[in-house]
């Protein structure tokens, strides 16, 4: 718990160590550790903590092999930790192999730059310097010879092998074959440019390409947007047969339930449905807030915040706009300490029949379909409430950047029915929603904060199998929003983002099929 009041949470992809765990993490462990010994005091490790949030969020399908964590030293509790493994200054890097003994000591991890990038790689040459304690959820990490992949399939049973052709001194192999670890049906290889008889067998002339070689002998290259590791990546876990281990494969059969309550609609993956829109309206407002009897304080102004927005900013239907105005101008005139719920349902559900003010009394998921009742729907429903409500407020005059995400945030942290989601959620806002001045940058803001979600849920149980959680839009959605940077890093193009979530989220492209 002492490890929280420090620089990072739970959320951060990192262990959290504590002086009761510690040992159990680092030692006689399957995967190796790369720890952070800092002290919430100092300046260093402050300015240090984004970086390796970022690299746990870069290298998050690596944990099976290593893993990233903290302690912080500056907390009483964690002191005599600290102690034991000499931390003197901070922040201290070690790197902690698989299987390492117990009372070992870890060894230093020392880089010129400590950037992403460099940490990255460095992480792999210490991956490289296991011997006999290869961690078991390590696929090979050394170049492959002719021989090798050419008896590949003879011990094998593997779909798709990919080989990364590439200079010695390229990273993009070894981060690809980390990237793949948790994915079946497919292996990956690095193959160097000086081995001829495979560069040539292959018709290989790029450096770095990946090609796909088949049991049958057949090759074909990878096709992708830009020769780099993330795109690499994408498009290998995109093929055919190819699953997160220990998960079965999606059954065509899930997207089509012969059952009623589950009438599976055909949708267009790339567009928004205002069917899913007003789903979210209804559950968040007739279901949701239903739970709570009455409504005081900072809730109630929470609630009014956002039925302020979804009034000026909710580009729906005439009749369910109405309804939001209605909503609003009331909950705005209410100047007692308390509402119930049952007042505000009067005005929500209209019993006076006013024809043009009406929000549907049920749930329709389109876009947001899942192939079991458990998955998306409402939560996926917000998401798009959320990212159309951003948009709509850049389109318009009366509106500022503050206000929207605040709204948006308060709904969340006093009334989204999933707590941990919330809990989450409130942390990335106090860590940096104050600092958002434009409306573009709330759209950006917005977008980037539920990527970071994507990836922390990437795997999780609650990830439907036919809408794997990315990093979104991928290349093939917004290939413009995608580019790399002369280091080989991948990077967004912030403005391309943002052109394309205008669009995609834009009041005129949303599709009204399946409204009641
Ligand atoms: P969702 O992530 O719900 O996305 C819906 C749609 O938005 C996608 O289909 C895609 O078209 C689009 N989209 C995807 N990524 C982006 C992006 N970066 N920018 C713009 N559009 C995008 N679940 C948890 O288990 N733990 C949590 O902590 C958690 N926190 C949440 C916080 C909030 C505020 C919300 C609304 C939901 C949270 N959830 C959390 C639920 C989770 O994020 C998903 O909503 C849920 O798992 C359904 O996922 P999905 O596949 O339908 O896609």
Redesign the pocket.
């Known amino acids: 718990r002492a490890a929280h009041a420090g620089l990072y949470t739970q ?1 951060d992809q990192v262990v959290l160590l504590t002086p009761s765990t510690v040992d159990a993490v680092l030692f006689n462990s399957s995967a190796a550790v790369l720890v952070e010994f800092y002290a919430s005091w100092c300046g260093h490790c402050m300015a240090f903590a984004p970086v390796w949030k970022s690299l746990a969020r870069d290298t998050r399908e690596w944990k099976p092999a290593v893993d990233l964590a903290v302690i912080d030293c500056a907390d009483e509790n964690n002191r005599q930790t600290c102690i034991r493994f000499g931390i003197r200054g901070y922040p201290t890097l070690k790197f902690f192999h698989a299987y390492s003994e117990k009372g070992s000591n870890g060894v230093s991890f020392e880089v010129a730059e400590r950037d992403v990038m460099s940490l990255r790689q460095h992480l792999i040459n210490m991956m490289e310097t296991h011997k006999e304690s290869w961690p078991p959820a390590c696929p090979p990490l050394e170049s492959a010879s002719e021989v090798e992949i050419n008896k590949f399939f003879e011990t094998n049973s593997v779909q798709h092998l990919a080989l990364v052709f590439e200079k010695a001194d390229s990273y993009v192999g070894r981060e690809v074959i980390l990237d793949m670890l948790q994915f079946e049906n497919v292996a990956v290889r690095r193959v160097l440019d000086t081995e001829e008889g495979l560069v040539s067998k292959f018709g290989v002339t790029d450096f770095p390409s990946c090609h796909l070689y088949y049991p049958d002998g057949h090759m074909t290259r990878l096709s992708v947007q830009m020769e780099a590791r993330t795109f690499y990546s994408y498009a290998l876990q995109r093929l055919s047969g190819v699953v997160r281990s220990g998960r079965p494969p999606p059954l065509v059969s899930d997207l089509s339930p012969n059952n009623t309550e589950m009438e599976w609609k055909p949708f267009n ?1 790339s567009r928004v449905y205002m069917a899913d829109l007003e789903s979210a309206l209804h559950y968040s407002l007739r279901v949701e807030l239903a739970a709570h009897p009455t409504i005081t304080g900072g809730a109630l102004t929470a609630l009014k915040r956002y039925a302020s927005v979804l009034a000026k900013h909710f580009p729906g239907r005439p009749m369910v706009k109405n309804l939001l105005r209605a909503l609003d101008t009331w909950l705005q005139s209410q100047e007692d300490a308390e509402i119930t719920y049952k007042s505000l349902q009067v005005v929500l559900d209209n019993k006076e029949e006013t024809p043009e003010a009406l929000l549907p009394d049920s749930v329709r998921w389109v ?2 379909q ?1 192939s079991k009742p458990r ?3 409402y ?2 429903s ?3 409430l ?2 159309v409500m951003t948009v709509e407020a850049l389109n318009s005059s009366n509106s500022d950047a503050q206000e929207v995400l605040q709204a948006l945030r308060g709904y ?1 942290r006093n009334f ?1 029915g ?1 707590r ?6 409130e942390r990335m806002a106090q860590e940096s929603m104050y600092q958002v001045k434009k409306l573009s940058d709330a759209v950006l803001w ?3 904060r ?2 970071r ?2 990836s ?2 990437a795997g ?1 149980l ?3 199998p036919h ?1 794997p ?1 990315v ?3 991928p290349p093939e959605l917004c290939p413009k929003c995608h580019s790399v940077q002369l280091t080989g890093e991948h990077q967004w193009d912030s403005a391309a983002v943002l052109t394309f ?1 205008e669009e ?1 989220f834009s009041s005129s492209r949303i599709f009204l099929d399946y409204l009641e």
């Open positions: 959320s993956r876009g947001c899942g998955f998306r729907r939560p996926c917000m998401w798009t959320f990212h969340v989204f999933c941990e989601c919330a809990g989450h959620f917005l977008w980037s539920h990527n979600v994507n922390r849920l999780a609650s990830e439907d809408f959680k990093q979104w839009p979530l995609h």
